[in-house]
């Protein structure tokens, strides 16, 4: 286990999933003075507070939200619903919002200030984001193409045509992301061209049909950089609703420090030192990535066990 969680995992949020199909219940929670909404609007998030340590928004229940509310559980045993405005050219045209926006609120993309905030409340965004995606871009049955209505507080999509009626539940692709070393005090770090100047990062690829994780790993680290690698092991996990993800860490040994990148992946890789990174000063020639990803996590844990 680790001693701190990821950035976006392992919030206190209770999801309460046993709530999802009470109807009963969940017209209760709606209308309770002490509900609260999470809104997102175009995958942003609203926060207030000072720019270096922002907080969640949390708006009342009485703002006409419609009817498409998302519930996200009970917090202080209060029920939380997310509810997109992205039909909005201005989140601010919503009545309930446009106090708030006047306070100063602003809405986010949550990946430029995650390491600011609040652990419960970035995961808490994050899972926001993750469900009003997911529902967005699921309107109709991938079986039968008929329009599919959220069904359960917004956790499955049936299908409105009788003869298909077919549930469909939120989508997670399970991506691997690993730190090769190479069992010394080297590790490989592969940039590509649309980042950020300078940012490099640990391999990283989607998991095939058919495959399990070390297999991922090993297939990824080898069309990506042609390295073959061995000691596969898990390091943690990551939800990364950036923007349906769920990012499994791992690190893994190479068998030789010999690469072939592949252009059509990525611009460059390299190896580097830990003494190089200890002492980085970022800039466009090399970075490290954002302090919200699991990559991150992976080259600072790997830094401080050398």
């Known amino acids: 286990m680790l001693d701190r969680p990821n950035v976006y995992a392992c919030g206190s949020t209770d999801r309460a999933a046993h709530r999802r199909k009470d109807p009963d219940w969940l017209a209760t929670a709606r209308a309770a003075p002490e509900t609260r909404i999470v809104p997102v609007w175009r995958a942003r998030s609203l926060v207030v507070g000072p720019e270096e340590a922002p907080r969640m928004a949390l708006l009342p229940p009485d703002g006409g939200w419609g009817d498409e509310a998302v519930l996200l559980g009970l917090r202080d045993g209060a029920a939380v619903f997310a509810v997109d405005l992205s039909a909005l050219e201005a989140p601010e045209e919503h009545p309930a919002v446009a106090p708030c926006v006047a306070d100063g609120g602003r809405f986010v993309d949550l990946r430029l200030i995650g390491p600011l905030m609040d652990h419960d409340e970035g995961s808490l965004c994050a899972y926001a984001r993750g469900l009003t995606h997911w529902n967005a871009r699921h309107r109709f049955c991938g079986v039968c193409g008929s329009p599919a209505a959220g069904t359960e507080a917004g956790h499955v999509r049936k299908c409105s045509n009788p003869e298909c009626a077919t549930p469909h539940f939120p989508r997670t692709d399970p991506a691997v992301i690993m730190l090769v070393h190479d069992g010394g005090d080297r590790c490989l770090l592969g940039r590509q061209a649309v980042w950020p100047a300078g940012m490099h990062s640990t391999l ?103």
């Open 204 to 306: 990283a690829g989607f998991v095939e049909p058919g495959e399990c994780l070390e297999e991922a790993v090993a297939r990824e680290v080898f069309e990506e950089v042609g390295v073959r690698i061995t000691d596969v092991r898990y390091h943690s996990s990551q939800p990364w609703p950036f923007p349906s993800s769920l990012m499994l860490g791992f690190t893994a040994r190479a068998l030789s420090a010999e690469m072939t990148v592949a252009t059509d992946e990525l611009e460059s890789a390299r190896w580097v030192t830990r003494g190089f990174l200890r002492n980085l000063e970022p800039s466009d020639e090399f970075r490290m990535p954002r302090l919200d990803s699991i990559a991150r996590r992976l080259i600072d844990d790997w830094i401080a066990a050398g």
